[in-house]
């Protein structure tokens, strides 16, 4: 998302308050028969700081680009080829979830609806956006593979598809050995190939890692941890009375 021009605070955001916001719209509906909560004056104060805000945030954007200097900050940097991809995802998700939720009874999608729809309108305006400055760039060096070779040396592929391919591995290993054995391992082989520690320091760190999710996210706040297939078959394997809690 950085190399590409996506901001990711935005993406946090949703993911922490997604949820909160969706049941306090529902709460607030059913309260107020309708959308009558808009005139509550908090809300009225709330929308009236959003636009100012927004009002704010525009003119910033509109005198940076009056001086034409350099772009700072959360997606600053601009790629096509790589906001492309994204943009064509993310279309199609709003656009998958908006005619998923015509399904549901109309209390029930109004929340989804309110977001998919300009959710959508937005993405497919980048994703035009994005095509045509594609196909510009494209023009200027005159070969797709000079122009995706490019591409692949600004989003850094050589260094980040190893690491996706770790944190894959380490899904999988959740799956089959649960994440007591997997997270210590992902510490350990995380600080050996790009932290460069010595053998001992990673299996410290990793140990150290291990006890924490025992002994306090499990022992101490009873954290539900994920069932693994380790854990399926140890059950009927273990003897009576071994602290199963320790690896499972």
């Known amino acids: 998302m950085k190399r590409g021009g996506w901001p990711r605070p935005p993406v946090i955001l949703a993911l922490v308050l997604g949820g909160i916001l969706e049941g306090s719209f529902q709460i607030s509906m059913r309260v107020h028969q309708g959308i009558g909560w808009l005139e509550r004056p908090i809300v009225l104060l709330l929308l009236l700081v959003i636009v100012i805000t927004l009002v704010f945030a525009a003119r910033g954007i509109a005198r940076q680009r009056l001086k034409g200097g350099p772009k700072a900050g959360e997606a600053s940097e601009r790629n096509p080829a790589l906001s492309l991809p994204f943009s064509l995802i993310l279309l199609a998700v709003f656009v998958w979830a908006g ?4 399904e549901w009874p109309p209390p ?3 929340f989804p609806l309110l977001i998919t729809v300009p959710g959508a309108i937005l993405a497919l305006v980048v994703t035009v ?3 045509l400055e594609l196909l510009a760039a494209n023009e200027a060096v005159g070969a797709w593979r000079v ?7 600004d989003a850094w592929l050589a260094e980040a598809l190893p690491f996706f391919g770790y944190l894959a591995g380490i899904l999988v290993l959740t799956l089959l050995v649960g994440q007591k054995i997997a997270m210590p391992v992902f510490i350990g082989v995380y600080l050996l190939r790009w932290g460069h520690y010595r053998r001992r320091f990673a299996a410290a760190y990793a140990l150290a890692g291990w006890a924490v999710l025992v002994f306090f996210y499990d022992q101490v706040m009873g954290m539900l941890f ?3 297939y380790l854990g ?3 059950q009927g394997v273990l003897p009576s009375g071994f602290p199963e809690w320790l690896i499972i």
């Open 99 to 102: 005619f998923s939720s015509l």
């Open 108 to 110: 029930v999608r109004q």
């Open 129 to 131: 956006r994005d095509l």
């Open 147 to 153: 122009t995706w070779k490019q591409a692949a040396e």
């Open 226 to 228: 994920h069932t693994s």
């Open 232 to 234: 399926f078959w140890l």
